[in-house]
């Protein structure tokens, strides 16, 4: 085996700033295109799912984090597709958890595999646990997953509890006409089980399969609705993400909203998504990327050039989204599993 090339930590910044002086200190990084459900705004209904070559091995995962907490990063989410479903995906959240400059380990899924796996993501260092819930009709939940089944993702987020896990938040995306209507119910599911929600806009991507703009529900919309049901009060409080947060008066549940559309957070983004592919994308809603894999495989004992290419990558970070549900055809013609969560 070819000797690793040393190389001074001083020649590197301990921070990464683009363009526009925005400091990233959070990575979003996708260990599977693969997923047991498929959303209908996240994935086609057949799906060809890429080769194992083509995606980043588990040890290329957990170079590539600890490049980036080297580089700043404090704040790192697992997601897929549904990263619970990768093999061996708790190698990976033991040895990321072990960083000691890493603040926070968050997981993103969709609830399927936490029943099985939830304490011992806890005891690897896992902080937080997002769950992604649409609906608590079984049918409903049904259809909108196409495949996934309610009861065994709710058993999922009692495991969760079960487990010590004290940050536990439902990512919810409402579409018009399908779902609109559970606005309240979810709310009350999240305050009877004390954890919070994030209500997250219907974003234009992947191929045309319906026309976005009648289904779209904006979180103006959303929070009018809740304010009429319930006392909120505005919260300072942030995950570090583009969530605005709302107490809920009384309770231990926050409602927040993501509003990619309606309120546009780009001016303090902090954050980019590494592809299981190891595409590193400076911004969902725009296609600007870097290829990670080869360095990582042309490289394997030396991590300058990977380096190198992060912090070069930092000149190309958009200054945000573009995202206009008018359109002909989506934004970005790729599926949200694609780019992981």
């Not at 909108?144 to 990512?171: H, M, P, S």
Request: charged content about 25%; aromatic content about 8%; glycine content about 6%.
């Amino acid at each position: 085996m070819t000797e690793k090339v040393p190389y001074s930590t001083s020649n590197y910044p301990d921070k990464l700033i683009d363009q526009f002086g925005r400091q990233v200190d959070y990575i979003r990084l996708s260990i599977t295109d693969r997923c047991d459900f498929r959303c209908t705004y996240c994935m086609a209904e057949e799906m060809t799912f890429l080769p194992r070559e083509d995606v980043l091995s588990l040890e290329e995962c957990a170079r590539l984090v600890k490049v980036f907490v080297n580089l700043g990063v404090t704040k790192v989410r697992i997601t897929g597709g549904e990263p619970l479903v990768r093999k061996n995906a708790l190698w990976l959240f033991e040895e990321v958890g072990k960083l000691k400059k890493l603040k926070e380990l968050v997981v993103t899924t969709n609830g399927s595999q936490l029943e099985k796996q939830a304490f011992s993501l806890k005891q690897a260092g896992v902080k937080r646990v997002n769950v992604s819930l649409d609906s608590l009709n079984s049918d409903r939940f049904k259809k909108i997953t196409r495949t996934g089944e309610l009861d065994k993702v709710l058993r999922g987020i009692q495991a969760a509890k079960q487990a010590g896990f004290d940050n536990i938040k439902l990512n919810t995306v409402l579409m018009r006409g399908t779902n609109d209507d559970e606005v309240q119910s979810l709310v009350d599911y999240a305050i009877d089980q004390e954890i919070d929600i994030s209500f997250i806009e219907e974003m234009p991507l992947g191929e045309v399969n319906h026309a976005r703009d009648s289904t779209f529900v904006s979180n103006a919309e959303t929070l009018k609705t809740l304010q009429s049901k319930y006392s909120l009060v505005a919260s300072t409080e942030s995950t570090g993400g583009p969530a605005r947060y709302w107490q809920v008066a009384n309770s231990k549940t926050k409602i927040g909203f993501i509003s990619p559309h309606s309120h546009n957070f780009c001016e303090a983004c902090n954050r980019v998504r590494i592809t299981c592919k190891g595409e590193l994308y400076l911004c969902l809603g725009q296609e600007d990327k870097v290829d990670l894999m080869p360095l990582l495989r042309n490289h394997p004992n030396d991590d300058r050039p990977l380096i190198q290419a992060i912090i070069d990558s930092m000149s190309i970070k958009p200054k945000g989204h573009d995202f206009d549900l008018q359109r002909a055809k989506p934004a970005v013609v790729r599926f949200m599993s694609h780019t992981g969560g």
